[in-house]
């Protein structure tokens, strides 16, 4: 058996036990270009790009090196680096890299195969999927806390984590979501990688209505037909929680029935609703002054 062969082989072993397991240093040395899907590195591969495989492998894949490196500034620990078509990695991202990450080359047609008819990445890292933070942890910030009820459109969810971090959000909880949910790749990038930088729970709609009630925290949901506007909820001192449903229904019954503040954003009439991304940028603007504060503290 040739020394290639055998590093095959030996790799395809190590795929079959747990990823929690010690893994085995595997270079390009070992392992060549992985130019084939029948190349060890992309079966792995391909089994992260589904969701069952990810679930199965508890690992995630991270697109691009701004990506990336958000996720290395999290402390989220990276399995291995790939790169195709010539590109090339920045010192500060080789820097940041712990030293038993290893980078593999992937021939630029097995690549396109291998994300088919999906957006093709150059760059791009399989990481340890995160642990999960639990309800408990929302304890922990003195800023607000939003709640995404039934939303599925990854772009949507990610532009909204994106915009929470930059108004000063203290965590997001997703109502009624998978954790696969969170760290799907699309997802990730519309977040431009700040997925990773702030707490994020799961939760169904009853356990989190409990939790905010058992420890008082209280609950505003976004509703289009509501009678006060965000003017009058804006220069509210102290931590809500604020839920945005989805753009057709809205935020279900059973959350509305325990909301405290029914909130909604003036528009003119001849526009039916807003965006959700959209709506949660102007609302988590009005709340600004008081979430960068407790940050600033």
């Keep these: 058996m040739s020394e290639r062969s055998l590093a095959y082989s030996e790799y395809e072993v190590a795929l079959a036990h747990p990823v929690d397991a010690t893994p085995i240093a595997v270079t390009r040395e ?132 994106r915009t929470s971090l930059a108004f000063g959000a203290g965590a997001i909880v997703l109502l009624n979501a998978q954790l696969a949910d969170i760290y799907d790749r699309r997802l990730i990038r519309a977040s431009r990688g700040h997925v990773f930088s702030l707490p994020i729970v799961t939760a169904t709609t009853e356990e989190f209505i409990h939790f905010c009630q058992q420890h008082k925290i209280p609950i505003l949901v976004m509703a289009a037909q509501a009678d006060r506007g965000i003017q009058e909820i804006a220069s509210l001192a102290g931590r809500l929680v604020i839920v945005f449903g989805s753009e057709k229904d809205g935020c279900s019954e059973t959350l509305v029935n325990a909301a405290m503040f029914q909130v909604q954003i003036p528009t003119d009439t001849k526009v039916e609703s807003l965006n959700v991304s959209t709506a949660a940028g102007i609302m988590l603007y009005s709340r600004a002054w008081f979430n960068l504060s407790q940050v600033r503290k």
């Design 30 to 161: 070992n392992l060549g270009i992985v130019d084939s899907l029948l190349h060890p590195l992309a079966i792995l591969i391909r089994q992260v790009l589904t969701r069952p495989g990810s679930i199965e492998r508890n690992l995630i894949l991270i697109d691009d090196e701004e990506n990336i490196m958000q996720a290395l500034d999290a402390g989220i620990e990276i399995h291995s680096l790939y790169y195709s078509g010539g590109e090339m990695f920045s010192p500060g991202l080789i820097r940041k890299l712990p030293p038993d990450v290893n980078i593999h080359e992937v021939a630029k047609r097995t690549c396109k195969k291998l994300f088919e008819n999906d957006k093709i990445s150059r760059v791009f890292a399989i990481a340890h999927t995160p642990t999960p933070c639990r309800l408990d942890s929302l304890l922990e910030t003195s800023c607000d806390i939003v709640a995404l009820e039934d939303l599925t459109i990854s772009g949507n969810i990610g532009a909204i984590i």
